[in-house]
């Protein structure tokens, strides 16, 4: 049975989110121009660099669910299946938590890598527990373990 990986506000961070900051940078930079302020060369210097990241990083934001089999990343109204051999590495973003990225072994329909974020718990948490799973069904089955392979 799948389990859905990502928050359900995804798609407000995937689109609604960045084009209000963008939209509230150039309403901030374009008072300071007019104001003729100082401050507003460097703000709109960090506005820019930041929307850039924004359009850079939304894109590439997903719906990710995943079962025993591998993972399923939800694209516009199709889902696409990725076994768990093609993934190299989940790991956390630090700049972004708590977004984190799956890093693939070879590029394909979404690049080397994709994004998404955990579904909050608490005000400041995130569900950690849904990627200790995804990190297991990653690394397979634990050979030496007599937990799944019974030795004599």
Not at 7 to 26: D, E, N, Y
Not at 81 to 97: G, K, Q
Not at 132 to 142: A, I, S, Y
Request: aromatic letters at 18%.
């Amino acid at each position: 049975m799948k389990e859905v990986a990502s928050t359900r506000l995804t798609f407000f961070f995937k689109f609604p989110l960045p084009l209000f900051m963008a939209v509230s940078f150039g309403f901030a930079t374009a008072a300071g121009a007019l104001q003729r302020s100082w401050i507003a060369i460097p703000f709109a210097f960090v506005a820019l660099l930041y929307v850039a990241i924004l359009i850079w990083f939304s894109p590439r934001l997903k719906v990710v669910s995943f079962d025993d089999a591998g993972i399923y990343i939800l694209e516009g109204s199709q889902e696409f299946h990725i076994p768990w051999t093609d993934v190299e590495r989940i790991h956390s973003l630090y700049m972004r938590w708590p977004t984190y990225a799956i890093k693939f072994r070879n590029p394909g329909r979404f690049g080397r890598r994709v994004f998404f974020c955990l579904p909050s718990q608490g005000l400041f948490g995130a569900r950690m527990e849904v990627i200790d799973r995804m990190q297991n069904l990653l690394r397979g089955p634990d050979v030496t373990s007599n937990k799944i392979y019974k030795t004599p």
